[in-house]
């Protein structure tokens, strides 16, 4: 019997039946295009890098560079240029406002603001003037004329920036490995030759590292290592070493995504590795690769206990990195998807403690626990530990490391390790395909 719809059909309808010869042929396209694909998900392993802002996301993007795709890092070298040198200018720019800011209020009989100290301090700034007044277009360059959305000042990275160089030709009377500046950076570069003694005057001047120590002034973390090699930094055939491009700071704009080729028991697998940025202002652009991750790497700093957000100064750092995580356990997209937690900057953290600043100082449930390393580690890995065990799927596990970011040989030995438990999770998820 014919069907209603067969009955309603118009006879002049065209006969939609194939020959069998040509639906076989479509069939086997799409069979084969399903391999393909399958085939493609096998060797690529999608992996997020989390954590709020300076937590050294990049930085561990750079140490899987390093690990893996060292060329390209060689290649890239140059471009950290402008990067050291806009890292410089920041630094003595902050100096210079913030000794400013203290001077206007300054007391009677503070041997560090005396009438001799102000007159050493007005000399060096207006000597470093012309250096100072070449931050914002230095950024600019950097950033390839975009700015910040909710204009915030600085300079940051976004996709593919290392190819953003306007002139990155080399001439035959330059040695190698060299490549010319861009305009700005080679405005910045002559700059800083010119100024290295009164950089150097200003960074080593005992009222600077007085207030640096009672945190009067704060600088970026990389701030004082830049200061203190300035002499190197500024030589004319300068190159930035792996250290400096390990040190350097600029912020991560939206999501930047990193491949590598890595063979592991004789196959090649495609490492995509989404670096995001982490300011509260970007955390909602991490939404989209949330699906076909099969890792988060989160990544909390545990030296950051007595500093506040960037973007919220009366939020602690650390209060923000546990929440951020316990957000990210409770996330059911994440609930099949394998969690290491990287506790990093303890370099930092035992130099702070070392230095006799307490943590109880800023967090006050730390209580009268011993103001030690070993201690204050403890401590902030189980509040993580203890919110993963409250917040998460009850099967899966949380693989947590202490970090430092900046120690190669350390890191790259626990990469190869998280790679490995990575990679066994990836291969249990794609046999499911
Ligand atoms: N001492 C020390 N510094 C670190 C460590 N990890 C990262 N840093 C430094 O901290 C700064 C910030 O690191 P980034 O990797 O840029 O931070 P991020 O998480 O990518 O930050 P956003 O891109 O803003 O989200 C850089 O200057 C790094 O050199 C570490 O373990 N120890
Ligand atoms: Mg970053």
Redesign the pocket.
């Known amino acids: 019997m014919a069907s209603k719809n067969s009955r309603r059909r118009p006879s002049s309808a065209p006969n939609l039946t194939m020959p069998s010869e040509v639906s076989e042929r479509i069939d086997e396209e799409l069979k084969r295009e399903a391999a393909l694909l399958r085939e493609q998900k096998r060797k690529e392993i999608q992996v997020l890098?989390l954590?709020?802002?300076?937590?050294?996301?990049?930085?561990?993007?750079?140490q899987f560079q390093l690990l893996y795709a060292q060329q390209s890092l060689e290649s890239e070298r140059p471009s950290w240029r402008p990067a050291v040198y806009f890292?410089i200018i920041k630094a003595v720019r902050m100096i210079l406002s913030e000794l400013e800011y203290e001077f206007s209020a300054r007391t009677e009989g503070n041997p560090y603001t005396t009438d001799e100290v102000v007159a050493e301090i007005n000399r060096l700034r207006s000597a470093l003037l012309p250096l100072v007044a070449i931050e914002d277009s230095l950024a600019s360059e950097i950033n390839g004329g975009v700015s910040i959305p909710g204009g915030r000042s600085g300079a940051?990275?976004r996709s593919g920036w290392q190819n953003l160089r306007p002139d990155n030709g080399q001439s035959v009377s330059e040695p190698r490995g060299f490549v010319k500046l861009p305009e700005t950076a080679n405005i910045a570069a002559k700059a800083i030759s010119r100024s290295t003694v009164d950089i150097t005057a200003l960074w080593q001047h005992r009222t600077v590292q007085r207030f640096i120590e009672d945190k009067t002034i704060r600088l970026?973390?990389?701030a004082a290592?830049f200061l203190t090699h300035v002499d190197r930094i500024s030589e004319p055939g300068y190159l930035p070493t792996t250290d400096d491009i390990?040190?350097?700071?600029?912020?991560?704009?939206g999501v930047i995504e990193h491949n590598f080729a890595v063979a592991t028991g004789g196959k090649a697998y495609n490492w995509r590795l989404f670096?995001?940025?982490?300011?509260r202002g970007?955390r909602q652009a991490w939404v989209p690769y949330f699906d076909d991750a099969v890792s988060i790497i989160f990544?909390a700093?545990i030296?950051a206990f007595d500093q506040y957000l960037e973007e919220d100064a009366k939020v602690n750092r650390i209060d923000d990195s546990l929440q951020l995580f316990t957000m990210i356990c409770q996330n059911k997209i994440f609930k099949d998807v394998h969690l290491v937690l990287m506790l990093?900057?303890?370099?930092?953290l035992k130099?702070k403690l070392a230095a006799g600043i307490r943590i109880r100082k800023y967090i006050t449930s730390y209580s009268d626990r011993p103001n030690t390393y070993e201690a204050a580690a403890s401590y902030f890995r189980s509040h993580f530990v203890h919110s993963h065990r409250k917040h998460s799927d009850a099967n899966r596990s949380l693989y947590y490391h202490f970090?430092?970011?900046?120690?190669v040989k350390a890191?790259q030995k626990i990469i190869v390790d998280v790679g490995e438990s990575i990679l066994q999770k990836h291969i249990k998820r794609v046999g499911l395909i």
């Open positions: 890098l954590g709020q802002a300076e937590s050294g996301k990049s930085t561990l993007q750079k890292n940051f990275v970026d973390e990389s290592f390990l040190r350097v700071r600029l912020r991560t704009l670096d995001v940025g982490g300011a970007q990544l700093p030296s990093n900057k303890t370099d930092l130099k970090t430092s970011m900046l120690d890191t």
